[in-house]
């Protein structure tokens, strides 16, 4: 029983710890059939193993282990999206604590800049960069030459590329040479190929959105860790960008 106390925890108090809702909230939820534990539904009451169990509440994974990170960081040109460089390179891992050891969700190239999530949360990685799906990234784009509606319309429907025609975007020109891009997808330098497809080569590219995070204020080379809150709904746009992608 010792040992039990000592790796279990009751479900609603790991919810309420969790900031998921309160104790006595927590409880209800588990009494009306909302969470579920290893695909089961839940019991009030029922004890859990951090590092085991899955828990979904209201169809949404909730991370529960007590040792998962997730950094949100401001990446600057010039340093490298990867855990280690053989050339010597600065890398985004550099930017962040060492311990316990992240890796990069995703990666931006060389030249571009902006939010890139950084953690130790291999499911939740896996999740995010799958290519069936994934969660909305936004994107200011400064472009060459004066754009027009039929390379506006272009993007926005698809553009052909030598891996494939991209899935439809969301495109807006804010000012002059200066756009807004949404897209679902993960391919590689795929907003630079589609920009220099239409005939509009980037000059500046800033990531500013993954799914739910942003971060306005978050000065280049400079990080930060996620919210609870921030965590639960980048669980939930997972959950629903997995979803969308059921047949």
């Known amino acids: 029983m010792e040992e039990e106390a000592a790796t279990t925890e009751k479900l609603q108090k790991v919810l309420a710890r969790l900031g998921v809702a309160s104790r006595r909230a927590a409880e209800e939820m588990i009494l009306e ?7 089961e539904v839940a019991t009030l009451g029922q004890r859990i193993t951090s590092t085991t ?24 040109v010039d340093v490298i999206s990867t855990a280690s460089d053989p050339q010597g390179r600065k890398t985004v891992v550099d930017l962040v604590p060492d311990k316990p050891r992240v890796f990069p969700v995703g990666r931006l190239d060389r030249e571009t800049e902006g939010l890139l999530l ?19 990234k936004e994107y200011f784009v400064s472009v060459s030459g ?26 807006s020109e804010v000012e002059k040479g200066l756009l807004r891009i949404v897209i679902h997808e993960g391919r590689n330098r795929q907003v630079r190929r589609m920009c ?51 047949p």
């Open 196 to 246: 220099a497809k239409v005939g509009h080569p980037v000059n500046r590219l800033i990531r500013t959105r993954i799914g739910p995070i942003t971060d306005r204020k978050l000065a280049p080379g400079s990080w930060r860790a996620l919210t609870m809150e921030e965590i639960r709904n980048l669980e939930r746009a997972i959950a629903d960008s997995e979803t969308e992608a059921l």
């Open 53 to 76: 169990d899955l828990v979904v509440v209201d169809g949404v994974q909730i991370s529960i282990k007590p040792d998962l990170v997730y950094y949100l960081l401001y990446k600057p």
């Open 146 to 171: 004066k754009v027009s509606r039929s390379a506006l319309r272009s993007l926005r429907e698809g553009v052909e590329l030598e891996d494939g025609k991209t899935a439809p975007a969301k495109v």
């Open 118 to 136: 950084l953690t130790n949360d291999g499911d939740m990685t896996h999740r995010l960069t799958h290519p069936s799906f994934g969660v909305p």
């Open 33 to 39: 059939g909302r969470v579920q534990v290893n695909e």
